[in-house]
């Protein structure tokens, strides 16, 4: 009977454990509810531990704002912290700005304190941190994942959202951060089109060019994921398609990679295809201009006359 009862213990421990890793999972999280690129930053106000009340457009940086959603209880959120630390100390004298914003339960407990205060410091954080007691704020944003960050740029408005804090939520993160505060130029295929004209998804561009980087890194799974994610944000974007094959080839699965090529083949033709209306264009301009018959038309010359003169 008692190992009837600790076995279900475990069960129940284990699906917790599986519900758990689900959600914080990021390619299976929805980023935000309500806050998405390009979106102007709502305002907030909110108060410090220690009773200082900071508004979000007043805290802004000169060029760059990260604001970060986090809790004690959250085991991303301490290496977070950490690696915001960083960041902020390495680019603070560039015009970046770092937030944390504690949610740590929809109701607030005083008892709480003790923990935030020790993962704040346990993490060295030297930026503001403000206590979201009522989950205001995190329902306002719409966060679903702790931890989650939101890059803001100079006019406040979102330029990048990370949730779940992964590898390579980590890594897109450092070179957003360092895009939007001007220190490395925009990669080209962000604003340029592919040969057939057609412009793939800014945030699936983003994950490309991480899962390039990994490609290159020999990182292969990693690509593999990244490539996969640009797929998902832009299901006709070639280049993910064949860095994709790219990295299965790397991994041996030379069928799939086959797979994603065909893909890549498919949609490339597709945007090279000129549209209708360019086609009958194309019929009129090369299709010969009919010759006017000799005597018809405006453009046909006068045959001669002949006048016959009666003498009077």
């Known amino acids: ?6 076995s279900r213990v475990l069960t129940c421990a284990a699906l917790t454990l599986a519900i758990v890793s689900f959600i914080l999972t990021p390619s299976l999280a929805e980023a935000f509810k309500r806050t998405g690129v390009g ?3 709502r305002d907030f106000t909110l108060p410090t531990l220690q009773g200082e009340k900071l508004t979000l457009t007043k805290s802004l940086g000169p060029k760059a704002t990260i604001i970060a959603f986090w809790a004690a209880w959250s085991p991303r959120s301490q290496p977070m912290l ?6 902020f100390a390495e680019h603070e004298k560039d015009g970046l700005k770092v937030m944390g914003v504690n949610v740590e339960h929809p109701v607030w407990d005083k008892a709480e304190e003790p923990k935030i205060i020790q993962a704040i410091a346990d993490s060295a954080a030297a930026y503001p941190m403000v206590i979201d007691k009522d989950f205001a704020i995190y329902n306002d944003y719409g966060v679903v994942v702790v931890p989650s960050i939101v890059l803001l740029d100079k006019e406040g408005k979102v330029v990048a959202l990370t949730t779940g804090y992964s590898s390579t939520g980590k890594d897109m993160l450092k070179e957003d951060v360092q895009r939007t505060l001007g220190l490395v130029k925009a990669e080209e295929a962000v604003a340029k089109k592919d ?8 945030v699936a561009v983003r994950h490309l060019m991480m899962a390039e980087k990994f490609l ?5 799974t990693k690509a593999e994921a990244a490539a996969k994610d640009a797929i998902a944000k832009d299901g006709e974007y070639v280049q993910a398609y064949r860095v994709l094959a790219e990295a299965l080839k790397k991994q041996g ?3 799939e990679s086959a797979a994603s090529v065909l893909k890549a083949d498919e949609f490339d ?9 360019d086609k009958e264009q194309e019929k009129k301009e090369a299709k010969p201009e009919a010759k006017p018959e000799e005597g018809k038309g405006p453009h046909t010359s006068m045959s001669p006359r002949t ?3 009666i003498p009077g």
């Open 253 to 255: 699965r030379e069928e």
């Open 216 to 220: 290159g890194k020999k990182m292969y």
């Open 269 to 277: 033709a597709k945007h090279k295809l000129p549209p209708a209306g």
């Open 307 to 309: 006048i016959t003169v």
């Open 1 to 6: 009977m008692v190992l009837t009862r600790f």
């Open 39 to 41: 979106d102007t930053a």
């Open 195 to 202: 040969e057939g004209g057609y412009k793939p998804n800014n």
């Open 82 to 87: 950490k690696d915001l630390q960083s960041i």
